[in-house]
């Protein structure tokens, strides 16, 4: 190979795979002289990559951490099955990586080539994840869209459904995407409305650049993600649980996220938990796994939910046998003594 560029990339490839490699193997895989394979490890090193030598027989060249890390330099198969794996963790979001998982979609399908993007196209459309119901999906082309347009300063157009259904298009100026625990969040500035808006992205629907960049605004927040937290935790009677919880303030605490919600003491055996929920669904299920007895104030609505759930779990149980012990009087509440026959 007497194309020096073409050839240290091949061989920063070869060291990029975990194992030590003897120069003898990288001149016959490169077809040059080990001493020309030492010079081009020389130039890999002036380039800042650390390349670690060892003597010996068994010795060779190794690619270990450095200060900055380098491009990676990827075969098909790599390519495919990162962004494959890239696109399953933006679209169930593990804590932690979510946004990281997005932007790193968005740079490698930037860049790979068309028979490979069909290729993870293909495998996407002929897989499902089995999902856990636990919130809302959003598709990770979606995000990925999105991702691009923020980081290219492009504006967007996409069809969006409000919470009481109704349909609009939208021209909008994005700024971040904040994930917000099972949520997506799109903060951009709404060219129609002349304000900055918030959009759940797994409302949005056909997000699409439209070729045309735009200067940023200034932000009336500190970042996206402090305006996405003063707009989910306004005050807003339809928006706020209040409920007593009996179980100590410390347990409860516990069983929820740090931040998710604020839980006061009554006494050692009770609290009082003020939450901000936008899923009546997702809110009752938090409150019947905290494993306790408790009473909701605020919603009426999240009361209403309750009942219903009550009156399925009832019929789905079935009516007591005649003659049997009554369901509703059986084992005693946890933490109660039963009381005498």
């Known amino acids: 190979m007497s194309d020096t560029p073409a050839r240290l990339l091949s061989l920063l490839s070869l060291l990029q795979t975990p194992r030590e490699w003897p120069g003898s193997e990288l001149a016959e895989r490169l077809g040059v002289s080990p001493r020309t394979i030492r010079r081009d490890i020389d130039r890999l090193r002036e380039l800042g990559y650390p390349v670690r030598a060892s003597m010996g027989p068994d010795g060779g060249y190794r690619l270990v951490a450095g200060t900055a890390m380098p491009p990676l330099l990827l075969d098909d198969e790599e390519a495919v099955a990162i962004a494959v794996g890239l696109r399953a963790a933006a679209g169930h979001a593990v804590v932690g990586i979510e946004e990281a998982s997005v932007r790193a979609l968005g740079k490698l399908l930037q860049v790979l080539p068309g028979r490979l993007r069909q290729r993870v196209g293909t495998l996407n ?3 499902v994840p089995l999902l856990t119901g636990d919130g809302p999906t959003v598709d990770p082309e979606d995000l990925t869209v999105l991702a691009r347009a923020v980081t290219a300063r492009e504006r967007l157009r ?15 100026e994005p700024e971040r995407l904040v ?31 439209t070729g045309v960049r735009f ?7 500190e970042d996206a ?6 707009k989910l935790h306004r005050p807003s009677p339809s928006g706020t649980v209040v409920a007593t919880v009996h179980a100590p303030a410390e347990q409860v605490r516990r069983s929820l996220r740090p931040g998710d919600s604020e839980v006061e003491p009554i006494d050692e055996h009770s609290c009082r938990l003020r939450s901000r929920t936008d899923s009546l669904e997702w ?7 905290l494993d306790c007895a408790f009473e909701v104030h605020e919603p009426p609505a999240l009361r209403e939910h309750l009942r219903e759930l009550a009156a399925r779990a009832e019929h789905a149980a079935g009516a007591p046998d005649r003659g049997g012990p009554d369901p509703s009087q ?3 509440s946890r933490g109660r003594r039963q009381g005498p026959s």
Do not use: H, N
């Open 125 to 127: 459309s002929a897989t």
């Open 158 to 172: 996409f069809g969006y459904r409000a919470y009481d259904g109704a349909e609009t298009r939208r021209q909008v």
């Open 179 to 209: 994930s917000v625990g099972r949520r997506w969040y799109l903060v951009g500035y709404d060219l129609d409305r002349e304000d900055w808006r918030l959009f759940r992205v797994d409302r949005l629907s056909g997000p699409a650049a």
């Open 215 to 221: 200067t940023p605004r200034p932000l009336p927040a």
């Open 225 to 230: 993600a402090a305006y996405v937290a003063g």
């Open 283 to 289: 809110t009752a299920m938090r409150l019947l796994s």
């Open 330 to 332: 059986g084992r005693p």
